[in-house]
């Protein structure tokens, strides 16, 4: 509960300011809300108006996940959707984001990821390839994506 009473006009300047300064799903503004003493109602009214101002877009904020999990983290399509189902996103959005993915981009990113890895795990290793293909599947890619790079 939050040591301060925020009216509704405080909280909606709040939560554009939040939402102003990165991209944001509709699930983790009405979690900040709520951390912050809102109600359900005020809640709801919150995020209708940040929705019809264009702060918060679910579907642009998939895009911008899925983009940036796998440039940045290295991220395969399987964890990108389980994170996007853990923040309560749409299946719909889910599934248009990973469709935009570039294939190309993706494919190097896992030779990146493989190359990394390789350097990092020794050769003489007898379980070098089943740590391989291990630390791949914990990225979210999967195993047809992985044998045909190894």
């Not at 944001?24 to 929705?51: D, F, M, P, R, T």
């Not at 579907?59 to 389980?82: M, N, P, S, T, V």
């Not at 070098?128 to 045909?148: H, M, N, S, V």
């Amino acid at each position: 509960m939050a040591n301060h009473e925020w009216s509704l006009d405080e909280l909606r300047h709040k939560a554009e300011a939040y939402c102003a300064g990165a991209e944001h799903c509709s699930y983790e503004v009405s979690s900040k809300l709520q951390q912050w003493g809102a109600n359900a109602e005020a809640i709801a009214s919150i995020i209708a108006h940040l929705i019809s101002q264009r702060y918060i877009d679910d579907e642009r904020y998939c895009h911008a996940f899925a983009h940036d999990k796998l440039l940045y983290q290295g991220w395969g399509r399987l964890k990108i959707q389980a994170a996007l189902y853990a923040k309560h996103i749409a299946a719909s959005f889910i599934n248009l984001a990973l469709d935009t993915i570039d294939p190309t981009e993706y494919l190097d990113t896992l030779k990146r990821i493989i190359a990394t890895k390789k350097r990092a795990i020794k050769s003489s290793d007898p379980m070098a390839r089943e740590k391989l293909i291990r630390f791949c599947l914990q990225r979210g890619f999967t195993y047809d994506e992985i044998l045909p790079l190894l």
